[in-house]
């Protein structure tokens, strides 16, 4: 019993570290640094590579471990639990726009033959490969078509779980299902560190590498613009979804980037590291005074300051709307889900020119746009 006990100290210690370096060494001494990302660890063996993936929900377990070996390369003896993977992944399926994005970065996008919901997947590659029948959509990413999804023979599916429950029938299928909860990091950057896991299942580590560290001067350098800025801005983030509001935590990546930008965030003091739902009244109470309102959403067109109220008429009485001082993004015209999530320096740019644009003067918006 004392050395579970000792285990699961080890662990939450693990889980906890935001930004504080880390290396995962194998028995020959080969290590895999990981600067920001809390979510997953590598282990380098002589013969095969072991990729952990802590469970965002319940950090005295793992979500999964994965059992990495070069597909040229005879199966050793001994392996470690875990789901065997070959490397690299030849087909794959892409559960979100998020990783097709990652995907076509790391530059294998021949290797995507399948996607869920690509109606909200405004990248070329996938919408030509759709129209050319080289990519096929799966369906929903919360139910997608097991029947299609194993026609495709693919040798790994990319999925972003919402929850520690099993992903449905997909699962049965025996297919490796390649967990990428980065959006459960407490950091932009600690998300963006996603993309060197992703590029272990395709060796493209080198370039993953490079693509990482170019964000993290970019991210950095901008960051200190702001440093010592002296008024922050209060923000409140998004709209109501149904009967809800979902709130993006105040230990979210959103609320750091926000802080990262020298804003104050309305829900800055909350503990949660994903979103959690509040009802109307209670966002309002703590947000309704809010100096700046950001808004996200996927439409054919842009929204007014009208629209919004016509969606939802207490709308109106935010102190944002009265003052006409909300930015909204299209994330069906913008490049939204597919470029921030590896570039957050492109997102704190934007939000550094909303809060401040005396610090950015020459600088137009990536994503947003006042609403008119």
């Keep these: 019993m004392r050395v579970v006990y000792y285990l699961i100290i080890i662990l939450l210690l693990a889980a906890c570290r935001q930004k504080d370096s880390s290396v995962s060494q194998g028995q020959e001494g ?68 998020v990783h097709c994005g990652w995907l076509d970065m790391l530059g294998v996008r021949q ?12 990248l070329p590659f996938v919408q030509e490969g759709l129209k050319e029948g080289r990519i096929t959509d799966i369906g929903e990413a919360s139910a997608p078509d097991v029947e299609r999804l194993i026609e495709l023979i693919p040798d790994g599916m990319i999925t972003s779980p919402l929850s520690n429950a099993p992903y449905g029938r997909v699962e049965k299928t025996g297919i490796p299902q390649i967990k990428c909860v980065d959006y459960m ?25 490079s693509l990482f560290a170019e964000a993290v001067k970019a991210y950095e350098e901008i960051k200190t613009l702001v440093k010592e800025v002296k008024k922050r801005p209060t923000v409140l983030l998004d709209m109501k979804y149904g009967a809800v509001w979902y709130v993006s935590g105040g230990n979210s990546y959103m609320g750091s980037l926000l802080k990262d930008a020298g804003a104050d965030y309305c829900w800055k003091d909350d503990s949660h590291s994903g979103s ?31 629209d919004l109220k016509s969606d939802y008429a207490p709308y109106a009485h935010f102190a944002a709307w009265k003052n006409r001082s909300i930015f909204t993004c299209n994330t069906g015209v ?38 008119e």
């Design 30 to 97: 080969t290590g895999f640094r990981i600067d920001y990302a809390t979510g997953f660890s590598v282990t380098r063996m002589e013969e095969y590579t072991e990729v952990e993936v802590r469970d965002p929900w319940d950090t005295t377990k793992l979500l999964q471990r994965y059992v990495l070996v070069p597909a040229d390369k005879e199966l050793p003896q001994g392996l470690p639990q875990g789901v065997l993977v070959r490397t690299p992944l030849k087909r794959v399926v892409a559960a979100t726009s």
């Design 111 to 122: 290797e995507v033959v399948g996607v869920c919901e690509s109606r909200y997947i405004d």
């Design 185 to 209: 990091e407490p950091t932009p950057l600690g998300r963006a560190e996603w993309i060197r896991f992703l590029a272990l299942f395709f060796d493209r580590e080198a370039l993953a590498d």
């Design 276 to 306: 959690f739902p509040l009802a109307f009244e209670t966002v309002f109470e703590q947000g309704g005074e809010a100096d700046y309102w950001l808004i996200k959403y996927n439409r054919p067109q842009e929204m007014g300051y009208q």
């Design 334 to 371: 913008v490049p939204y889900y597919e470029e921030v999530p590896i570039r957050p320096d492109y997102l704190l740019k934007d939000l550094v020119k909303i809060f401040h644009p005396e610090v950015l003067p020459d600088y137009r918006l990536r994503y947003y746009r006042e609403m």
